[in-house]
């Protein structure tokens, strides 16, 4: 059985809930319940990473020849973390 309640926000405000977050009553103490949140990690912003930075730039990344996306992976990875290739 599944049903729905709605809680005062100011009730969860201290416990950072955002919409999408599974409570999960684990115990009853006196007046007061021990939940459990759980948060879906792809509701997390995926920022920074080279894959999402070749996502967002289709059609201006221009390859040279023989060169592979993992060429240019590696060559954002070293420019952030100031490695020489």
Known sequence: MT???R???DRLSDL???EGDTLHVIA???SSFVVQISRSDTSLPANGKASEWLRSAK???R???GESVD???MDY???KHGVNR
Request: aromatic residues 12%; glycine residues 4%.
């Open 16 to 18: 950072n809930v955002i």
């Open 28 to 30: 009853l103490l006196d």
């Open 77 to 79: 990875y070293a420019a």
């Open 63 to 65: 390859f040279a020849p």
């Open 3 to 5: 049903f729905t309640q």
């Open 71 to 73: 060429d240019l992976r």
């Open 59 to 61: 059609g201006s990344v």
């Open 7 to 9: 809680i005062p926000a």
